[in-house]
């Protein structure tokens, strides 16, 4: 089993800045990839960004240049610097971590949502 710990959401006003956090723990034989998704209220769960084993990264075209995600492999943790943030990145942020918890066997993890509100 993976666990996921997720913090530093909050409120900020536009144009303010925030770094999102997400530790994995657990039995985790190798991490294939790294993200964060997001969901606003009233719509679906998106991709925002996402890092993969070998360093590459995807990114939503609403953050690319405001957003960056990065990831500390001695501690297994996922970062989402955001800055320029903007009303409409109001969203719960949910980390996913998709792992091989075997030689043969992986799956999808999801952290329990962190709120991002961005208002004056």
């Known amino acids: 089993q993976v666990q996921l710990v997720e913090s530093g959401g909050g409120l900020v006003q536009p144009g303010g800045s925030l770094r999102l956090s997400c530790a994995a723990s657990?039995?985790?034989?190798?991490?294939?990839?790294m993200g964060w998704y997001r969901q606003a209220p009233g719509k679906q769960r998106e991709l925002v960004a996402t890092?993969?084993?070998?360093?590459?990264?995807n990114y939503a075209d609403s953050v690319k240049g405001r957003f960056t995600v990065s990831r500390d492999n001695a501690k297994n943790t996922v970062y989402l610097q955001m800055n320029s943030l903007k009303p409409e990145d109001t969203a719960v942020y949910y980390c996913n971590v998709r792992a091989y918890y075997s030689v043969t066997s992986w799956d999808d993890y999801w952290g329990q949502g962190t709120q991002v509100t961005v208002s004056s």
């Open positions: 890092l993969n084993a070998g360093g590459g990264t």
């Open positions: 657990g039995s985790i034989f190798r991490i294939v990839a």
